[in-house]
């Protein structure tokens, strides 16, 4: 077994680690982190297919690893937007769920002037 | 080999860790440190660039976004407690990772001999785009399109974010008050750090055309800056509804259009460089990119705005 067989096996089982986090952890910033575990898994199998199609001298196949840069940018963009949205969520007292119809509340109006 | 084993036995420890620990703060710290070793699989795997950018972004920035985020989500322990998931539900998750798992793993060993590469083609067309380093020639040049997406995407994140911002807090500052301390480690490290963080910043930018390198990891190192001179409080992130901020972010994405724009008149296709200008055409590109990128991390980063213009 090879270097590049042995970082995939390793890829495999950080996917099956960061599902079972997905999955049994109730707290949602622990399920963006078991999220970001599977990525790094995904990311880690792109590099394995990288190194072993290693030719003209390069040390891997450069379109993967680019695909890569681009993944890991995009993954970052996206755990931005996820956390935003739940610190927002936990910012508001008492209104983790939708409020129910007639209660009274006014929007607060009106853009910074 | 047996240096690679261990890593993989370090890099799945730590990986284990952030799935079992209790404490939120812990777990985001060892999901920080498993970021780091990936960078060193990175390296084990002959992919200098991606190690870079694993380092910069998937460990650093992402962990700074999570460390903010863990101290400022309120604790809903108290929602779950007593609410443990039963032992049945448990065994389904464990026996379904487990299967993906093993999938993946006979896919790992049933990968074809030998391995289907484009190493070949894009070493035949290097010169032709001016570059030295074949991973900036896939990213700038033969798959320029997915890079254009790509900065798309964080500026219509950041856009997503901003857009989280109540009514009367839009177009205000992002982001907590930073007093600084004149006497504090953190002015200290600020003042001392920034101006060398921005050198390194453009050097690894500038270098990314012929070695290890390349316009995201010299965005996010300036980014870093940029997140250190705000959270010391030597400067205060701008409002989000700065007109230079705003001509900031979209100058990257709108030159790489109209540059793209531009290929069918010189080359016949969108995102075609005639060969004798590819080097600069890629050069005009990156640098308003690079800068567009620096903002848009460091301002996601920063998250929506949460004081109003006027106080």
New interface residues.
Partial sequence: MN???????????????????L????????K???F??IG?GV???F?????????????????P??????G??????????A??????L??EPGRANLPSEGSGEE??????? | ?VF??GL?VL??GV??W??VARD?FA??VG?IA??LL?AL??V????P??AL??AA??SG??GV??L???T???R??N??AG?E?AAAL?LA??G???M???A??VL??L?PEP??????P???NLAATGLGN??T???MA??AI??LL?VV??L??LL??WS?A???????VPGLHYRADPDGILTFDAQLLVPIGILVGIHIFWVGSVAPG?E?QGATILAAMWILTTLSGLVDTPSV?RRWLRLLLIAGPAVFVAIGLAGFAMAGAFLAYPIEHAKLLILIIEVPVTLS?AAM?AL??A??PER???R
């Fill in positions: 270097a590049a067989t042995l970082y995939g096996l390793c890829s495999a089982v950080l996917v099956g680690l960061g599902l079972y986090g999955i049994m952890h109730p707290e949602p910033l622990r963006i982190l078991a970001n575990l790094g990311f880690l199998l590099g394995v297919v990288a190194r072993r199609g290693a030719a003209a001298g390069f040390g891997g196949d450069p379109v690893q680019a695909l890569v840069i681009t890991l940018v995009v993954a970052f963009a996206s755990t931005a937007l956390l935003a949205l739940l610190v927002r936990s910012s929007p607060m109006g009106g853009g910074p002037l | 080999m690679d084993a993989a890099v799945l990986a284990a952030t799935i939120t777990a985001v999901f498993y970021g990936l699989v990175w084990r795997l002959a992919a660039d991606v950018t694993e972004i998937g920035l992402t976004l999570l903010g985020a863990s400022r989500v309120r809903t322990k929602l779950t609410k998931p448990r998750a464990i379904l990772c487990v993906v798992s093993a993946i793993a790992v060993l990968l391995a289907p590469t484009l190493a070949a894009v070493a035949a074949p991973v020639a896939v990213l033969y798959r997915d890079t790509e995407v964080l219509l994140a997503g974010v989280l109540p009514d009367r807090l839009w177009g205000g390349g995201f509804s990128i991390l996601l980063v998250g929506p109003s213009l006027h």
